[in-house]
């Protein structure tokens, strides 16, 4: 499957912004102990971007703190990568228990550096839209990528387990970026899996008739959904609370 390297569409005071959180989400401190590696990589030609809580902060304008970072990198790449950490005194963390066939878990004094090269559910290995189209920033002086949006959505449609729901998330982004996304890529990412995708978006445009109604309105046919305008607020405020779904999207 061809994909497009097309960057998400950011403006200059967007990145700034982006930076500025990112930097107040993540100390000095604990970045200090994950710039070395970082720039190592760099140096070496490995190309790799941030995911997981970070990204997920910044796309959604939802602040997560977090005291672990993602980082998502070519298959091809991994083990070179997980040497730099060792180098630099990462050991790995047992503490809880992972699957070493798709990412590994290091950890230095109290900071965890998560390192993923496909999907906890093996449906996909990343590639370089994984590391190439998502937001370029500059943070103390290390550029790192971010993951993009479509495919920090894609990872999230799967995690619906008994004890944790990632589908919250996945309408916090569509929130604050669904007008902006590039439907046509992600549509081409979920594939079959699409109807997924499409039951998330019947839920929120149940919460946020209003938001939904910016999106492209081609999208709702190829999803086999209705394509009638919704009708209301931004937030329905009354349906978001009726699921406790209040802390999911600005106030």
Not at 22 to 33: D, F, G, K, N, R
Not at 86 to 112: K, M
Request: overall charge negative.
């Amino acid at each position: 499957m061809k994909i497009d390297f097309c960057p998400p569409m950011a403006t200059p005071g967007e990145l700034r912004r982006a930076e500025s959180v990112l930097e107040s989400l993540v100390p000095e401190e604990q970045w200090a102990v994950y710039a070395t590696v970082l720039r190592q990589a760099l140096d070496l030609g490995l190309r790799f971007a941030v995911g997981g809580g970070l990204a997920y902060s910044l796309y959604s304008e939802c602040q997560r703190n977090t005291k672990d970072l993602d980082v998502f990198i070519l298959p091809d790449d991994h083990q070179p990568f997980l040497d730099l950490m060792a180098l630099n005194g990462f050991t790995e963390y047992t503490a809880v228990p992972y699957d070493p066939t798709w990412s590994y878990r290091g950890h230095r004094q109290d900071y965890i550096l998560d390192v993923l090269w496909r999907m906890l559910n093996n449906r996909a290995v990343f590639d370089d839209a994984w590391v190439s189209r998502g937001w370029q920033l500059n943070i103390r002086g290390v550029p790192v990528k971010l993951i993009p949006p479509e495919e920090l959505i894609w990872s999230k449609l799967y995690i619906i387990y008994r004890e944790r729901c990632d589908w919250p998330d996945i309408l916090s982004i569509l929130h604050a970026r669904g007008a902006q996304l590039d439907w046509e890529h992600l549509l081409a990412r979920t594939g079959d899996d699409a109807p997924l995708l499409g039951s998330v978006l019947t839920l929120f445009r149940w919460l946020c008739p209003g938001r939904a109604a910016t999106f492209p309105h081609w999208i709702w046919k190829r999803l086999g959904l209705s394509e009638t305008a919704p009708v209301g607020p931004d937030v329905d405020r009354s349906r978001a609370d009726l699921i406790h779904g209040g802390s999911w999207f600005p106030q």
